[in-house]
């Protein structure tokens, strides 16, 4: 095991940042009471800043573990913060942001939201020290040789895909100078969903080579250009899947836990100023997206697409991509109106992102259903309903309790194979698929079933490939019994 991974291991998580930030809110909260604004209209919002103060302070284990840099539970920790503090936050000083609701729904369902929400995190709580059983992952990187071999497979497999895509260099270029044709949506052909499942190979091929030099360098080296080139074609290759900002940042934050464990351990500080990096280039490349396509790449007027008005704030996208409480509140009117769905759009949900397969389940998954709800027609498919507006939507409370309760536990799961990884390409490997289960909390089962099935094969294909050279080692060194 590096030595890296070995420093400080035992240390217990600190809980003094989050205390402060709790403090800092309801200040901010008080003071706006006093003002008699829109801090009268939510006094939920107190009970969601306890919420997240007390889980804070009594279960060490849900806090940031600097150890595990931007691993699964740190990622589930963020968005619950943001979630609980800074959103709410936002609602006392500002107001919702109505983003692409016809109308924002009454406070009362607003508030009931937001102690779903709370109840949320608190079973996420739960289920994350609910049975914490040792793992000890097995390693990846076990034959040098055969890992590059299966990595320049996998390089040449997703070149074919890229090829297949992007029909020429033109394309390609075309695509990275911010003029890709994502507008033209033809039938699904064989060449098309090959290069859908292809491509994610070229982004893992490139990574195994990265993992493999980390390995072989002296603890707290500096990365070398070499290596640097590495990261930048894997999250070049990336980013090819319709300017799809998660699509690049969960593997960057998977390749800097990987190299925090293996390589030089990453500081708070460092993955703070990440962090407000990704998120200013995320919301300045989020505007040009929306009036890119909203405009169909300068085809359509920006008054006719309705983009003529001001753009929204960083507060207004954290809103929105933080599945503010007015978005679950649209789910909990509905609820109120008419009762819920036992389980009719979560198995559609699932299922509607299979290639061919899933097409009769699409008119009832919850995104489609909730975007009729948002827009008053079926035909547009541009909000996410988040998981657990679609539990409450088909179980009420009870489906809520449970699946936060299981998110938590899979992402304790997730989160101690990162930290006994033996070697950085299975830390890399579980912080990816981690990373995308603690995003549920502000993602869709829809969201992550597309994501297992249309970017998980590599790591699938990979383990398999490695258990089979593994189990051929072992037969080879078992003695052979003379009679």
């Known amino acids: 095991m590096n030595a890296v991974k070995n420093l400080d291991i035992r240390r217990e998580p600190q809980a003094g940042p989050a205390v402060a930030a709790v403090c800092v809110a309801a200040i901010i909260w008080a003071l706006a009471l006093q003002q008699a604004g829109h801090a009268t209209r939510y006094p939920a919002v107190p009970i969601s800043l306890a919420t997240f103060l007390l889980i804070q302070l009594l279960v060490p284990r849900a806090r940031w573990n600097r150890d595990r840099a931007l691993g699964p539970g740190n990622?589930?920790?963020?968005?619950?913060?943001?979630?609980?503090?800074?959103?709410?936050?936002?609602?006392?000083?500002?107001?919702?942001?109505?983003?692409?609701?016809?109308?924002?729904?009454?406070?009362?369902?607003?508030?009931?939201?937001?102690?779903l929400q709370a109840l949320a995190y608190t079973c996420y709580a739960v289920g994350y020290v609910a049975w914490a059983k040792p793992v000890r992952p097995e390693p990846l990187l076990v034959q040098p040789g055969l890992a590059k071999a299966i990595a320049v497979c996998f390089v040449a497999l997703g070149a074919a895909g890229f090829a297949l895509e992007f029909r020429s260099p033109g394309a390609l270029v075309a695509y990275f100078s911010g003029y890709g044709d994502i507008f033209e949506h033809g039938p699904a052909t064989l060449g098309s969903a090959a290069a859908q499942f292809l491509r994610p190979f070229l982004a893992y091929g490139v990574i195994v080579l990265w993992a493999a030099r980390i390995a072989r360098r002296r603890p707290g080296a500096p990365l070398r250009p070499l290596e640097m080139a590495l990261i930048v074609v894997a999250i070049v290759a990336s980013a090819t899947y319709n300017y799809n900002r998660a699509a690049v940042v969960v593997p960057l934050?998977?390749?800097?836990?990987?190299?925090?464990?293996?390589g030089r351990r990453q500081s708070p500080a460092r993955i703070?100023?990440?962090?407000?990096?990704?998120?200013?280039?995320?919301?300045?490349?989020g505007a040009y997206r929306t009036v890119y396509s909203g405009t169909q790449g300068g085809a359509v007027n920006p008054a006719?697409?309705?983009?003529?008005?001001?753009?929204?704030?960083?507060t207004d996208n954290l809103q929105v991509y933080g599945n503010g409480p007015q978005f679950w509140a649209v789910i909990v009117q509905e609820v109120d109106r008419t009762g819920t769905r036992h389980d009719q759009?979560?198995?559609?949900?699932?299922?509607?992102?299979?290639?061919?397969?899933?097409?009769?389940?699409?008119?009832?998954?919850?995104s489609t259903v909730y975007n009729e709800l948002i827009y008053g027609q079926p035909d547009i498919h541009d909000q996410i309903l988040g998981f657990g507006a679609e539990l409450y939507w088909n179980f009420g409370v009870p489906g809520l309790v449970v699946g936060y309760f299981l998110l938590g536990f899979a992402v304790r799961r997730f989160d101690e194979r990162v930290a006994a990884a033996p070697d950085p390409l299975s830390s890399y490997s579980w912080s990816y698929c981690g990373a995308w289960v603690a995003l549920l909390v502000i993602n869709s089962i829809a969201?992550?079933?597309?994501i297992v099935i249309y970017f998980f094969w590599p790591i699938f294909a990979f383990h398999a490939a490695v258990?089979?050279?593994?189990?051929?080692l072992l037969s080879g060194s078992r003695p052979v019994e003379v009679r």
């Open 272 to 285: 703070v100023a990440l962090l407000a990096i990704i998120v200013a280039l995320g919301s300045m490349f």
């Open 304 to 314: 006719d697409a309705g983009l003529d008005g001001p753009g929204s704030s960083i």
């Open 253 to 262: 934050l998977a390749l800097v836990t990987a190299y925090s464990c293996f």
């Open 345 to 366: 759009s979560i198995i559609n949900s699932t299922l509607h992102t299979l290639p061919v397969l899933g097409k009769p389940f699409r008119d009832g998954s919850g």
């Open 75 to 115: 990622v589930a920790t963020i968005l619950f913060f943001l979630q609980l503090v800074v959103i709410p936050t936002v609602l006392v000083l500002s107001g919702p942001f109505l983003g692409t609701l016809r109308f924002v729904p009454a406070d009362q369902y607003v508030n009931t939201a937001l102690m």
């Open 467 to 472: 258990y089979l050279a593994r189990s051929r």
């Open 447 to 450: 969201v992550l079933a597309q």
